[in-house]
């Protein structure tokens, strides 16, 4: 083990936490310092979307930190931006002229959300990545807007239209694709989400993208590329996210959208990443990843902080990436990575039930498996993605 | 070590199962069922990995 008596985790997301609890857990006896550019402490990102958004959970009950973390003696430095790294200085720079030195430094910047040009300061267009977003896109909701427009039908997008539909409000989901979460999921069963939002009354414009978004003071209509007008109060934006790195330009790291690591989440001398903002080589998929779900910024976190303190006995980081989606009474969940597979097929269940497992394949591998609720087997399959799994013997019969 | 589960934050993830198969499993029922509450200390690594893991932070352990 490296001894070290600074560590400063750059970013008090849950990436950050976790790998801050990982340092503690495996001896790390220095200071910790946490940087934060919100004045939050670390919160969860995922009931945004659902729960606060709906207005079923105070904001606040969505702390990350426990009675535990107590033990954890963090200096947090919180509402202040990280605005540089100096790896041969070791020093991270802050807004505030300060020069925190360092002897470990994980990198836990996260991403932000895109913007659509032209909407800067244009009230009841939102987007949903922090607590602050989702607390003013919710008075947005409680005001009763006569309808919200989302534009892109990602996992962000769909829950937001499916969160306001539980509010009775009416929701129009505008998506360039063809099908919701095309990309992802793949032709049919992102026909069959689609198929649940139209059931649930939400006006689905797919295939079209977005011209303008036009109003005075406040957005009055979203302007399509079809020419059609659809007048709205709220419009929340979800066309994905560019990592935050712009604070690493001055610093010679790698930078490839997103901060560019090891397989071992190492980018430098005493310098780690998680989270949101790392790409590095996953050693079985073999390509370089950058991944956003919550479960890999726990992941990948506590991978980091071992590789921090392990110097030159680090293990790769190769995880079978898992995420879910709650959208009405539907939980999707997906293993593995479905991106280029050449084939989606249903093992279990039907997708007319909307109660599924679907496979992906690629060359004689299962890449990924969907469950659209179906948890237990999803878990299963989860497990057995990260052995690896042919293709012959995934689809074989059940034996007895 | 002892599991406890609050089921009215219980979503039935499953990610418990995927983590400590030997303590959690969720059936075709949709219900999770903890098939040790009080397992060895062996399994202490993975229990509270499974802990951590739980998008519902629904699972916790009392010593």
Redesign the interface.
């Known amino acids: 083990m490296t001894t070290m008596g600074h560590v400063v985790v750059v970013g008090a997301s849950l990436a950050g936490l976790?790998a801050a609890?990982a340092l503690r857990r495996q001896g790390y006896d220095g200071t910790l310092t946490v940087v934060g550019d919100e004045p939050h402490l670390p919160y969860?990102r995922?009931p945004l979307s659902k729960q606060v958004l709906a207005g079923t959970w105070a904001p606040e009950r969505t702390a990350l930190l426990t009675a535990r973390d107590d033990d954890l003696d963090l200096t947090w430095a919180l509402g202040r931006a990280a605005t540089g790294l100096d790896p041969r200085a070791r020093t991270v720079a802050l807004d505030d002229g300060t020069d925190l030195p360092y002897d470990g430094v994980v990198i836990a910047t996260g991403a932000a959300p895109r913007r659509l040009p032209g909407t800067d300061g244009l009230a009841g267009v939102h987007v949903l990545r922090s607590l602050d977003d989702a607390v003013a896109l919710r008075a947005d909701l409680d005001a009763g807007p006569a309808r919200v427009v989302v534009v892109g039908a990602g996992f962000i997008g769909a829950e937001v239209a499916a969160t306001a539909r539980s509010r009775r409000l009416s929701v129009t989901l505008v998506e360039p694709l063809p099908v919701p979460l095309g990309r992802v999921l793949g032709g049919e069963v992102a026909e069959t989400v689609a198929a649940v939002h139209r059931d649930e009354g939400v006006d689905l414009r797919l295939g079209v993208g977005v011209e303008a978004v036009e109003g005075g003071d406040r957005v009055e209509r979203v302007r399509l590329a079809d020419g059609t007008t659809i007048a709205c109060d709220v419009v929340v934006v979800g066309i994905g996210v560019t990592p935050n790195t712009g604070w690493l330009e001055a610093s010679g790291l790698p930078l490839a959208d997103g901060v560019v690591a090891d397989a071992t989440c190492r980018v430098g001398p005493g310098i780690v990443a998680a989270g949101d903002v790392a790409r590095w080589p996953h050693p079985t998929y073999g390509e370089d990843l950058r991944v956003e779900h919550?479960?890999h910024a726990?992941?990948q976190g506590g991978h980091a902080a071992e590789t921090l303190l392990a110097g030159d006995g680090a293990r790769p980081f190769a995880p079978v990436p898992?995420f879910?989606s709650?959208q009405y009474d539907r939980?999707i969940?997906l293993a593995g990575r479905p991106a280029a597979a050449e084939e989606v097929r249903v093992v279990d269940g039907s997708l007319a039930e909307r109660r599924f497992v679907a496979l992906y394949r690629r060359g004689d591998q299962v890449v990924a498996a969907l469950g659209m609720?179906r948890?237990?087997p999803?878990?299963?399959w989860?497990?057995r993605l990260a052995d690896g799994v042919s293709w012959a013997e995934a689809t074989a019969p059940a034996e007895g | 070590m002892r599991v406890v589960v609050d089921y009215d934050l219980c979503?039935?993830?499953?990610?418990c199962?995927?983590v400590a198969?030997e303590v959690f499993?969720?059936?075709?029922d949709?219900f999770l069922y903890v098939l040790d509450e009080t397992p060895p200390e062996d399994l202490r690594a993975k229990v509270e990995e499974a802990v951590?893991?739980c998008?519902k932070?629904a699972i916790r352990l009392e010593d």
């Open positions: 976790h609890r969860d995922p919550w479960d726990i992941a898992w879910w709650d939980k969940m609720n948890p237990a999803l878990a299963r989860r497990m | 979503e039935s993830n499953a990610v199962m995927a198969p499993e969720v059936r075709d949709d951590v893991r998008p932070q």
